[in-house]
């Protein structure tokens, strides 16, 4: 009797990544014990599909990604069936059945299907050129499309493998454009930071990205996909098509031959279906109400099913996931909890040099979660520190700068670590300087301060993570001589920068979002604070008045809702009134929405205008749209901005009046409303040097005198009292507009947020502020912005809340809950 | 005597993305407003929309990480616990209310709401 015989007898569906590594493991365990045979749906010997996208951007070869050559199946006398779909399982009588009717018998069987693309039931989507990014032929039919000169690809789908699939079409030469339904990419692995690098990243590669898309039709001539219909009307126009949406296990032979079937193949730990004899492993298996789709929980079933198979019984417990991009240079590791959660502690690296973002999430002192982008030397170590559910607690300081860092400072209180160190030990990453540099900088050239060794050694000087290493070195070095360095505030906790540098920054770098400037300036946290992000919103929105939007919710309350929020959660609503000019009707308008929604306080401010108090929020888009079908707009009575233009009657009407006071007033006032600023801008105008209208206290004050105008600045009368400086003397009251709108917007890109212009003036100098807007040139110039600024900026936020623009903003989500039991 | 055991009733308000990143919406409710945050990292909390310091509403803040900043006096409230952090850690909290997401949706309950 031949040794056949005695052997059971295996069969395989599926000659994927999961259903061959099954049988080698097997094999490892027990070569002698199974007779194997393997179904296999597509003509071609076992490879590793996770390759397809480098084999799609033609980084390598089919041949290159073979797992299994035809030897390999010879050698272990592995029956291959390719390319011989199986039809049925026969439970019963443990057989399978495929095309022509084929017939094999097995004593044990494993199910090894793998998953289907997820196809968006979109109108077009039989079109030619439609496919999915699964195997072979579909890279084939991708590498085709892409052979034709100028061919565009659009891919839905902006996870893993549809990123993957933009990029490898991009690589061969086609402009490539990602659709995603939501806004950040790869969301299921990324956070917005990351997520934003990463957009940058794949642009300079050729891929374009679209967010927020929904997909609404494939369209296409004579049967030939044409382009992409958003449902916000834009027409996105290609050649190829590609969806990426997902994967669903392919459980359908599984559920034909009567076998526990949910999402996936009901399987338990030892990977055993319902049926004792029948096996399922890969994305096909449900194992505790997961489906995967990554190859690291194949490995691990595939170990326990071949353990089960093998006179063991396989304990898989579930896998925790981690997942990496395969773009070249481009760096992304994700695992676990890496977006943190309830009790969760981040900690965040930046290094905008490099392109670096990493953050780890701990958890009770465990590492649980990840997200490395730009550098992911480290997230098998992370990875690995995650499973092992290793207490991190004692290395939590360097936890972030990796394993090599870390390990070699183990157990050491910083300043020891530091003097233990030796000469050789890298210091700065991104300049290479070790410490034996830095130390003998210090002492031959007699260094005292951080800036000293930065600008002798560059140590510190890029990134600047290293400072805290750089001080340590200087600290041990010089001993009671080291004085710990002042420098300028940074913004807040987030950062190390102060706001000026951040200023310089975006206009150098061109940077352009909150994001863009959070990496390039290295925040610590992971999107900023309340006090970092409502500045950088204003610094973004000075600098680029044309191209940034305007983040909403970076805005404190009172400019989110253009209205003032009182002590009782109601609000107060102040309409402009131009240099403090009103009207009888205006004044009938205000008593009339007063008396319609039951405001119960109206009083007049000091600025000359109404303010009504304690208006519903709810009730505020209907209060505007009255005052508004009286002529009045918003007056920014809450805004970092400017406010109010206060007059007195001038020439018009006072016997000492030397100039039209009220005129320019509301001249004033027309040109500047709506613009940002730093902090609040409070204007007056007085007809003469009585000055009735208190221009000497105002932010920006004129004085008119027989001669012209006396222009000045940095008054107070808050906090502190302070009177005016005269900025000049002109003799016109056109001239009068052109330095006050140089001399705002001089404030509006010197100024900190919440820096008040006359603690600007402090800073930076009455002579510096004259210079500029005393100098014709630079007075345009300065001009020139503003105006430009103010075509975005000079448009009434009220009518656009009534035509409703952020409407939901005023209404409740739900009343629901009033229905709730009590 | 014991009380009877309430399950808890859980009530749509609406789904998740219905909530800006970043941003808060109120629900109406008899026990009054509750807020309802989502973070950057989309992650969803509801409060009682009303700080402890001196009830301003969490809802009309600054969402930033895990916390939201009061309109009124800029106190950071943890969005998990309620409680003040910082400075403020310690002085009073803010009920939190159980929110469930389920296949995108939001849904609160109030019977186990305030005690």
């Known amino acids: 009797m031949s040794k056949a015989q005695v052997r059971e007898r295996l069969v395989v569906i599926g000659n994927g990544m999961a259903g061959c590594r099954a049988v080698e493991e097997v094999l490892k365990r027990d070569p002698d014990r199974y007779d194997i045979a393997i179904f296999g749906a597509e003509p071609r010997v076992n490879y590793n599909r996770i390759m397809l996208s480098p084999v799609l951007a033609g980084e390598k070869t089919f041949a290159d990604i073979v797992i299994n050559d035809e030897a390999w199946y010879a050698d272990n006398a592995i029956t291959l069936y390719a390319g011989r779909a199986v039809t049925g399982v026969d439970l019963e009588g443990r057989k399978v059945v495929a095309e022509g009717g084929l017939e094999v018998a097995y004593d044990k069987l494993i199910l090894a299907t793998g998953s289907d693309p997820f196809r968006l039931p979109l109108p077009g989507i039989d079109l030619a050129g439609v496919v999915t990014f699964r195997d072979l032929d579909d890279v084939e039919a991708m590498v085709a499309a892409s052979g034709k000169p100028g061919a565009k690809a659009v891919v839905i789908g902006g996870g893993l493998l549809g990123l993957e699939a933009a990029y490898g079409l991009a690589r061969r030469g086609m402009a490539a454009t990602v659709v995603h339904l939501m806004d950040v990419l790869m969301e299921r692995q990324l956070d917005e930071s990351a997520g934003f690098l990463l957009r940058e990243a794949l642009a300079e590669r050729g891929v374009e990205t679209v967010m927020g898309a929904h997909s609404e039709e494939i369209v296409g001539v004579d049967g030939q996909v044409t382009g992409l219909k958003l449902k916000d009307g834009r027409v996105l126009p290609c050649d190829l098509l590609v969806m990426a949406v997902g994967i669903k296990p392919n459980a359908g032979l599984a559920k034909a031959a009567g076998l526990n079937v949910n999402r996936g193949v009901v399987v338990d730990d030892a990977m055993r279906t319902s049926d004792p004899a029948v096996f399922a492993v890969g994305e096909c298996a449900e194992h505790r109400g997961n489906c995967y789709g990554l190859v690291a929980p194949i490995w691990d079933m595939c170990r326990s099913l071949a353990q089960s198979m093998t006179d063991g019984e396989g304990a898989y417990e579930g896998s925790v996931l981690s997942t990496r991009l395969k773009v070249s240079g481009v760096d992304v590791f994700s695992a676990g909890k890496f977006a943190g959660g309830e009790g969760c502690e981040d900690i965040v690296f930046r290094d905008a040099g490099r392109g670096v973002y990493k953050r780890v999430v701990i958890e009770d002192g465990k590492l649980v979660g990840s997200v490395l982008f730009g550098d992911a030397t480290d997230g098998n170590w992370y990875f690995d520190l995650m499973r092992a559910g290793t207490q991190v607690s004692d290395i939590r300081d360097t936890l972030i700068f990796g394993q090599a860092i870390t390990e070699g400072l183990s157990g050491l209180d910083p300043n020891a670590a530091v003097a233990a160190m030796p000469d050789t030990q890298e210091i700065c990453g991104c300049n290479g300087v070790c410490k034996g540099s830095i130390v003998s900088a210090i002492t031959t050239q007699g260094l005292t301060t951080l800036d000293d060794v930065k600008a002798v050694t560059k140590a510190s000087a890029s990134c600047g993570s290293c400072t805290p290493l750089v001080e340590q070195v200087l600290k041990l070095t010089l001993g009671d001589d080291f004085k710990a360095q002042v420098g300028p505030k940074p913004m807040c906790k987030c950062t190390h920068h102060p706001h000026s540098a951040v200023r310089e920054a975006i206009l150098d770098m061109d940077l352009k979002s909150m994001p863009a400037v959070m990496q390039a300036m290295e925040w610590t946290t992971p999107d900023g604070c309340s006090s970092c992000r409502p500045a950088l919103n204003y610094y973004l929105l000075c600098a680029w008045p044309a191209e940034y939007r305007d983040d909403k919710q970076s805005r404190y309350i009172n400019e989110r809702v253009h209205a003032n929020i009182q002590k009782d959660g109601t609000y107060s609503v102040v309409p402009r009134m131009w240099g403090g000019m009103t009207t009888p009707d205006e004044l009938r308008a205000i008593a009339d929405v007063a008396d319609k929604f039951a405001i119960p306080a109206v009083k007049v401010t000091g600025g000359q205008r109404i303010d009504l108090l304690g208006v519903k929020k709810d009730d505020l888009p209907a209060v505007w749209a009255d005052l508004n079908a009286a002529g009045m707009v918003s007056g920014h009575a809450y805004a970092k901005g400017l406010r109010t233009v206060k007059t007195c009657v001038g020439s018009d009407w006072c016997r000492f009046g030397t100039q039209d006071s009220t005129g320019l007033g509301i001249r004033l006032e027309k040109f500047l409303w709506g613009s940002w600023a730093p902090a609040k801008v409070k204007l007056a105008v007085s007809g003469c040097p009585r000055n009735c209208a208190e221009a000497t206290c105002k932010d920006f004050g004129v004085v008119c005198v027989d001669s012209g105008y006396e222009i000045h600045i940095g008054g107070a009368a808050g906090l502190h009292i302070q009177g005016t400086k005269v900025l000049t003397h002109v003799a016109s009251e056109d001239e009068t507009v052109w330095v006050i709108a140089a001399a705002m917007q001089l404030y509006r890109e010197e100024g900190w947020y919440l820096e008040r212009v006359y603690k600007w003036m402090a800073r930076v100098g009455l002579e510096s502020i004259q210079a500029k807007v005393t100098d014709p040139e630079t007075r345009k110039a300065l001009y020139d912005r503003f105006v430009f600024s103010q075509r975005f900026a000079r448009i009434d936020p009220w009518a656009e809340r009534v035509a409703g623009r952020h409407n939901e903003e005023f209404t409740p989500m739900s009343r629901r809950m009033e229905f709730a039991p009590a | ?115």
């Open chain 2, 1 to 115: 005597m014991n009380a009877p055991v309430k399950s808890p009733i859980w009530i749509d308000v609406g789904a998740v993305t219905d909530i800006p990143r970043r941003g808060a919406r109120r629900v109406t409710s008899p026990r009054g407003d509750i807020a309802i945050f989502r973070t950057g990292d989309g992650e969803v909390f509801a409060l009682m929309d009303a700080c402890p310091h001196k009830g301003g509403p969490l809802s009309q803040g600054i969402v930033h990480g895990r916390a939201v900043a009061c309109p009124l006096h800029n106190w950071s409230i943890d969005l998990a616990s309620g409680e003040p952090m910082g400075a403020d850690k310690g002085k009073g909290c803010t009920p939190v209310v159980p929110l469930e997401v389920r296949d995108g949706r939001l849904l609160l309950s109030l019977a186990t709401a305030v005690v």
